[in-house]
């Protein structure tokens, strides 16, 4: 095994650990939307961590759909709704998390598979990915409105790294993309997306805490259990 499938492994790993621990804490909290697509990205990352591993054709079919549905439906859809909890007073019941599951799965096989859509596919992909940092950006400006400076910081950079990577994730290529070891466009990727968990994780803490006024808003820290 060469020393950028190493990289690649490693980067995956980081994403998968990432998602599972910040996607758990979520969970604890009740919020099964946002929680729920963070595990599916580390599913998503665990597949492809076998894939760089051994090349296996199964797993990377499946990192694939579930890339396909974080980035079509699971991140600027069911996050957003899960993050609409803390934002908007937002109180989904159970069936209407399963139903959202449910629909953004039958569609995603309709992404991945359906051949009239693989034209526009990449446009969608990036048109949500925009929609997603709209919201971020109005996220960012809550956490201001309560004084939770770093976290608005630590979402500031999820937006923008994760918007720059969904720019070029179908439209262009980093020179040297197939050799070079750290800047090629996968470690890039799977770094920014294990950055973007906890920077949403503790963004959402932030607001939760003045939320249920536990503490005061200017004096919010960046920690949460």
Known sequence: MDLRSIVLMLSS????????????????????????EMWIVGISATNAIGFFATGNAVSYEVAHFFDAFSRGFGMPIIAVAGMM???????????????????????TFVLVGADFIAGVLPYY???MWIWLSIYLAYFIVRLLNVGAMLEALGVAVALVTSLA????????????????????????????????????????????????GSVASKSATPYCN
Not at 13 to 36: D, E, H, P, Q, T
Not at 95 to 101: G, I, L, N, P, S
Not at 177 to 196: D, I, Q, R, S
């Open 13 to 36: 790993a980081l994403l998968a650990l990432s998602s599972f621990f910040y996607g758990w804490k979520i969970v604890k909290k009740r919020n099964y939307l946002l929680g729920l």
């Open 85 to 107: 909890v803390i934002t908007h007073g937002y109180k989904p019941s159970i069936r209407q998390d399963v139903a959202a599951f449910v629909a953004s799965f039958a569609l």
């Open 125 to 127: 992909y990036l048109a």
């Open 165 to 212: 990577i969904a720019g070029i994730y179908d439209f262009y290529k980093i020179p040297g993309e197939e050799t070079n070891v750290v800047l090629n466009f996968y470690t890039l990727a799977l770094c920014t997306w294990a950055y973007f968990m906890p920077a949403i994780y503790y963004g959402y803490c932030a607001l939760e805490r003045v939320r249920s």
